[in-house]
């Protein structure tokens, strides 16, 4: 009788003792996808850091447009009064087109520079595209290991039954 006890007390602390191995390693786990959670957070933050700084490149690249409109503007308010000054004085147009060959240079100068802009919030944006990529296949990878995770308490708790019926508490 007291060999049979024995033997039932050896295989329940054996039995505990895969319960608690179980459970640590559930804890780790645990704690391996809340550093991922983590990560995939600070990867979201800095992509919408990244959308930000896009979002305020494009505005700059729109203030130039509005800028080169309005340098457009005035190269044709310049072109209407040479216009104007080419039927009063033949030295006046002389004058004026200069006036207007410098005002159309530096049309040109804005222009070129508003056409530079656009191929950096490319790479920007393409830049952000990544990143989000990236996040996704973090934050899929996460899900899959979580999922792994809710499966493990389905085993620990097999574990435990059988700890209950092997001291004959179970049913």
């Not at 024995?6 to 295989?11: E, I, N």
């Not at 933050?45 to 305020?56: I, L």
């Not at 899959?144 to 209950?164: C, E, I, T, W």
């Amino acid at each position: 009788m007291g060999d049979i006890v024995v033997c039932a007390f050896d295989s329940t602390s054996r039995a505990v003792d895969r319960v608690s191995r179980a459970v640590d390693r559930v804890s780790r786990a645990v704690d391996r996808k809340l550093r991922a959670v983590d990560r995939v957070s600070r990867a979201v933050d800095r992509v919408s850091r990244a959308v930000d700084r896009v979002s305020r490149a494009v505005d700059r690249v729109s203030r130039a447009v509005d800028r080169v409109s309005r340098a457009v503007d005035r190269v044709s308010r310049a072109v209407d009064s040479t216009s104007r000054a080419v039927d009063r004085q033949p030295h006046a147009v002389d004058r004026g087109s200069h006036a207007v060959d410098r005002q159309l240079r530096a049309v040109d100068r804005q222009l070129r520079a508003v056409d530079r802009r656009p191929r950096a919030v490319d790479r920007k944006l393409r830049a952000v595209d990544r990143r989000s990529r990236a996040v996704d296949r973090t934050s899929r990878a996460v899900d899959r290991s979580l999922r792994a995770v809710d499966r493990r308490p389905r085993a620990v708790d097999r574990s435990l039954r059988a700890v209950d019926r092997s001291r004959g508490l179970g049913s």
